[in-house]
């Protein structure tokens, strides 16, 4: 049986939030707020979108707000009665629905960005979690390895981090 792709997307971040000593909300931020941008690049307008992150249940959903109308003419904006009464069971004409969208739905584009700004925001995360931890020890002597000596400066490794 092939996995859920949530659980693969979950296992994931937790990975990356262990391996890259950060915290696990901000990695589910950045997968947030990268999925939304992506959502925009597709449906325009970002009132309309919401981007729900349930962590004990490992699931994410991108909605949608949709108006319901008789004939529908625009896909990505309205829906019909008898569909939108598969969300909301009480709609009518001139409501608004949350439709629920897979993100497949985005195109390759939307999602190579989102990969992106997720890598981005991780990587701006690490490095703010070993700047903090090495002000912290400003004074102090600490240990490390000589990588590289060159006339004017000599590379230092520190762990996870590089000191000149």
Do not use: C
Not at 101 to 114: E, L, P
């Amino acid at each position: 049986m092939a996995p859920n792709i949530n659980d693969v997307i979950f296992d994931a971040m937790y990975a990356i939030a262990k391996e890259k000593g950060i915290s696990l909300d901000i990695v589910l931020d950045s997968f947030k707020e990268s999925i939304f941008k992506a959502a925009i690049n597709v449906y325009k307008y970002p009132d309309s979108i919401d981007v729900v992150v349930n962590v004990d249940k490992r699931e994410f959903k991108v909605l949608v707000t949709k108006d319901v109308v008789n004939e529908v003419e625009d896909d990505f904006y309205e829906v019909s009665v008898e569909v939108a009464k598969g969300y909301k069971p009480d709609a009518v004409v001139g409501d608004q629905v949350f439709v629920e969208v897979g993100i497949a739905d985005f195109g390759r584009n939307a999602i190579h960005m989102t990969k992106q700004l997720i890598m981005q925001k991780i990587v701006e995360a690490e490095r703010e979690s070993i700047y903090k931890n090495y002000f912290a020890r400003i004074g102090d002597v600490v240990i490390g390895s000589v990588q590289q000596v060159t006339k004017r400066d000599v590379l230092v490794t520190l762990g996870k981090a590089d000191a000149i």
